[in-house]
């Protein structure tokens, strides 16, 4: 799991960015944001901005298209 890269090699992430048709949100969810380190989120919000957003807290968003937005930490 991400958990246990994180705990092995004690990486941290700047950026990440999601594009995987349909299932971003629920892939964001599953993601250790705090401990990841993350700084910046891309993310194709699926029509769903708002989960994005509500799931993303610490986070504010910079830019929003028509498929994707982008987010940074607080």
Do not use: A
């Amino acid at each position: 799991t991400i958990d246990d890269i994180i705990d092995y090699f004690g990486v941290q992430f700047d950026m990440i960015s999601l594009d995987v048709e349909s299932t971003n949100i629920e892939i964001l969810k599953t993601l250790p944001l705090d401990k990841m380190g993350v700084k910046l989120i891309c993310v194709e919000y699926d029509g769903r901005p708002g989960d994005v957003i509500n799931y993303c807290e610490g986070f504010r968003e910079i830019h929003r298209n028509g498929e994707n937005i982008i987010l940074v930490r607080i």
